[in-house]
């Protein structure tokens, strides 16, 4: 018996923390927390807007 896939909002939102991720963003995903580098302006990337806007998640900035 084969597994059911994931739901499909599951699967964009771990896309979109893995790409944030690889742009070198630190995502906590159980706060919803994405946290930026002091001074920057992270609603450019398009990850993090999207993430912002569809799920809910912050933005934190910290001094690095």
């Known amino acids: ?3 059911p896939p994931p ?3 599951r699967v964009i939102k771990y896309n979109l923390v893995y ?3 690889k742009k070198g963003f ?3 995903t159980r706060e919803r927390t994405i946290m930026a580098a ?3 302006d992270p609603m450019e990337v ?3 807007r999207r993430l912002v806007n ?3 998640f912050n933005v934190q900035f910290q001094i690095i």
């Open 54 to 56: 569809e799920f809910n």
């Open 7 to 9: 739901p499909k909002n």
């Open 26 to 28: 630190n995502v906590e």
């Open 46 to 48: 398009r990850q993090v």
């Open 38 to 40: 002091y001074l920057s």
């Open 19 to 21: 790409r944030l991720r």
């Open 1 to 3: 018996m084969q597994n």
